[in-house]
Nanobody
Framework: HVQLVESGGGLVQPGGSLRLSCTTSRTNYLTCISWFRQAPGNEREGVAVIRTGEGRTYYAASVEGRFTISQDKTKSTVYLQMNSLKPEDSGVYYC???????????????????????WGQGTQVTVS
């Protein structure tokens, strides 16, 4: 049984920081972990990916340079450090997982919601 549990959301002022956590089960089985976000009235958007085998990452243009995705394998946890937050970063942030996202050491592809089988419950981030 696969479980993804997010935490760390909250209310922050523009320019502030938050760190989201996603704790996963069956980490050996799931080698591709992503963060998506969804604002009211908008489609769900993939913002960052990490391939857990070698740690290679992908970032959406809207967050590159401000967000950092990382992992702690000893804790089966993936983090999303969000700095210089803007009001447009507000939304529900979801952790998602899939078995693989491309070959080891290849470029990590942009995340698409339809490719992910496993989702967390989401955590609210409000920048205001």
């Amino acid at each position: 049984h696969v479980q993804l549990v997010e935490s760390g959301g909250g209310l922050v002022q523009p320019g502030g920081s938050l760190r989201l956590s996603c704790t996963t089960s069956r980490t050996n089985y799931l080698t591709c972990i992503s963060w998506f976000r969804q604002a009211p009235g908008n489609e769900r958007e993939g913002v960052a990916v990490i391939r857990t085998g070698e740690g290679r990452t992908y970032y959406a243009a809207s967050v590159e340079g401000r967000f950092t995705i990382s992992q702690d394998k000893t804790k089966s946890t993936v983090y999303l450090q969000m700095n210089s937050l803007k009001p447009e970063d507000s939304g529900v942030y979801y952790c998602a997982a899939r078995i693989a996202c491309g070959d080891l050491w290849a470029v990590v592809p942009p995340p698409r919601t339809r490719d992910y089988n496993y989702w967390g419950q989401g955590t609210q981030v409000t920048v205001s």
